[in-house]
């Protein structure tokens, strides 16, 4: 069965440093996305990529992040100085149209910590 | 102000009992979609719904959209440890342009033996 994979599942990291977060769709999706979930709260919408654009953006996406396909399979979330409030995990899930009935799939997450 | 709330918030019971979790908005849905998360994984899709009073039935599960669709239901019958778990309801409004989810902030499901 086609999956998300996301790599690494575990990330520690010095505040300020930059870290780059790495995920496969599924490939014959065509929409991604980066969610990302805070201990104990709910997930929240990052970002989406469609095309080799960004379509759409949360408020939470600041100029710290960005995100990139560098080739046909990868797509990459990049936080550039990284702050203690950035810890969470971070969801990429992909979807194969944009319909509102489309289903979304996750991977097994990144578990950032920033110290 | 949550647009999407989701109760309970957590439900502890024993095996064989029933349970219904609730997902609620003041928002018209496109689509609903139920997910389970166990610990330090991902969410799981379990099922879409997309049609107003739709039914969908997986197993012991049932998951209902309401005629309005702002509403969904999931209904589990003789609940195992097993379905130990978070479970989440997410969707699209319709008149939200774009593709991003939103989520509620989920219910934890304890089922003990």
């Excluded at chain 1, 995920?23 to 980066?34: D, K, T």
């Excluded at chain 1, 990302?36 to 970002?47: A, M, N, P, S």
């Excluded at chain 1, 953006?57 to 710290?64: A, G, L, R, V």
């Excluded at chain 1, 990429?92 to 319909?99: G, M, V």
């Amino acid at each position: 069965e086609p999956e998300v994979t996301q790599t690494p599942s575990h990330q520690v990291t010095q505040m300020g440093q930059e870290v780059i977060l790495r995920c496969v769709p599924i490939s014959n999706h065509l929409y991604f996305y980066w969610y990302r979930q805070i201990l104990g709260q709910k997930v929240e919408f990052l970002v989406s990529f469609y095309n080799n654009e960004i379509s759409e953006k949360s408020e939470i996406f600041d100029d710290q992040f960005s995100v990139e396909r560098p080739d046909g399979s990868n797509f990459t979330l990049k936080i550039r100085s990284t702050k203690l409030e950035d810890s969470a995990m971070y969801f990429c899930a992909s979807t194969r149209t944009d319909l509102g009935n489309t289903e979304a799939f996750f991977g097994q997450g990144t578990r950032l910590t920033v110290v | 102000t949550q647009l999407l709330e989701q109760s309970p918030q957590f439900l502890s019971i024993q095996e064989g009992e029933n349970l219904t979790v609730y997902c609620n908005s003041s928002s018209v849905f496109s689509s609903l979609q139920w997910y389970r998360q166990e610990p330090g994984e991902g969410p799981v899709l379990l099922v879409t719904v997309v049609t107003g009073g739709e039914v969908k039935k997986l197993k012991r599960l049932t998951f209902q959209f309401g005629d309005a669709r702002k509403d969904s239901s999931l209904h589990i019958t003789a609940a195992q440890p097993g379905d130990t778990g978070l479970y989440l309801c997410a969707g699209k409004r319709a008149n939200q342009a774009g593709t991003a989810l939103i989520f509620g902030k989920g219910t934890t499901l304890s089922v003990s033996s």
